[in-house]
């Protein structure tokens, strides 16, 4: 069976707000002996922390040829053809790399892909491939499916597409998982799959939905199912895994090592989980945390998202106090003042506004 599993550099172990480069290393180690080898990062991943963490980790310790390494290039890191060129061998320097195998136009939507479009990103990344320092030319995409056709028209150069699959989101209207997948179909073009456990929640299921799939293997995690699913789909290359510890790491390995592919029972059974899950409402958040950095306020959004799920879908008891924990240095729900940064740059294009309003009656 293929080896469909790539390692997701967004959500590593931390230590007093660094990497904690003892745990980053085993989970590496252990990734690489297992046969596995495809690293996923961006420059903006834990505030450029992740990109030096693979540098430490990975790059000064196992040869180049032996590993798969996948950057990408963020709206918010140029204005200008000059401005990128500047950027990507800052990423060459930080990673410490002479090539990436990829580069993905990342988070390309409605908007991004004008900015993307007036600096010339496109014919910049082909020029960079025609250099060698660049193997690939793709795209991480966040938006609808009509979107991404028209930009695989306009650029038959895109060589790969990463998108955001998993059953959750299969039919979900504002993620179209399902038709995007298919648009990548049409197109003939591979598939990298991030989020397929939806930023942790389907790992972390209301126990009703758990039951589903514990009634099934008691002996299989949630995360497994979640990965399984995605990975049973045709044209899908790799699986993105935004493993933050060791134990997940070994979760994760069990499942993809011996890779079997999803059964009838198997749909059927995510399909009832599905169901459970949009009958509890909640704030569909993926913690990808692209909001926190421009927020004037230092609201910690994904942070207060989850506390509220955790209340709403999860029936937590403690969520209350983690509300405290990440309002005592930060800004509480009640303190924004509407700017928008964060839903001009959320992947999700998810009303922040509206939803911190509502988190502020739930905990204030």
């Known amino acids: 069976m293929e080896n469909k599993f790539g390692f997701g550099c967004m959500r590593l172990p931390m230590k007093n707000d660094e990497v904690d480069y003892d745990e980053f290393n085993q989970m590496i180690d252990l990734y690489m002996q297992e046969g596995f080898n495809y690293f996923d990062t961006a420059h903006g991943y834990l505030g450029g922390k992740s990109e030096t963490a693979l540098r430490d980790c990975l790059v000064s310790r196992y040869p180049r040829e032996s590993y798969v390494l996948t950057n990408k290039l963020t709206k918010s890191f140029f204005n200008s053809k000059e401005d990128i060129l500047l950027l990507f061998n800052e990423q060459l320097q930080k990673t410490g790399v002479s090539y990436f195998d990829y580069y993905l136009m990342h988070a ?39 979107i991404l056709e028209m930009i695989l028209s306009e650029h038959p150069e895109i060589e790969i597409v990463q998108i955001q699959f998993n059953y959750a989101d299969f039919n979900n209207p504002s993620v179209e998982s399902k038709k995007v997948y298919e648009v990548c179909r049409k197109f003939n073009k591979p598939i990298l799959v991030m989020e397929p456990i939806k930023g942790g929640g389907l790992a972390n299921l209301p126990e009703a939905a758990s039951r589903i799939l514990t009634d099934l293997n008691k002996n299989a995690s949630n995360a497994s199912y979640a990965l399984r699913f995605a990975a049973s789909f045709e044209g899908v290359y790799k699986v993105l895994s935004g493993v933050s510890n060791l134990e997940q790491m070994k979760d994760n390995l069990k499942v993809m090592k011996n890779f079997i592919p999803f059964n009838d029972e198997e749909y059927e059974a995510v399909a009832k989980v599905r169901k459970i899950l949009d009958s509890l409402g909640g704030i569909p958040c993926t913690a990808c945390r692209y909001c926190t950095d421009g927020c004037p306020m230092k609201i910690s959004i994904p942070d207060l998202f989850g506390c509220y799920n955790d209340k709403k879908i999860f029936n937590d008891w403690n969520s209350d106090y983690y509300y405290g924990v990440h309002t005592k240095t930060s800004g509480k729900a009640s303190t924004c003042i509407g700017c928008q940064q964060c839903e001009h740059i959320c992947p999700q294009h998810l009303p922040i506004i509206k939803y911190l309003k509502e988190v502020a009656e739930t905990f204030e």
């Open 108 to 146: 390309q939507d409605r908007e991004n892909y004008k900015h993307f479009q007036k600096c010339q990103a496109y014919q910049a990344a082909q020029e960079l491939k025609a250099t060698g320092k660049v193997k690939h030319i793709g795209i991480s995409f966040h938006d609808t499916a009509n």
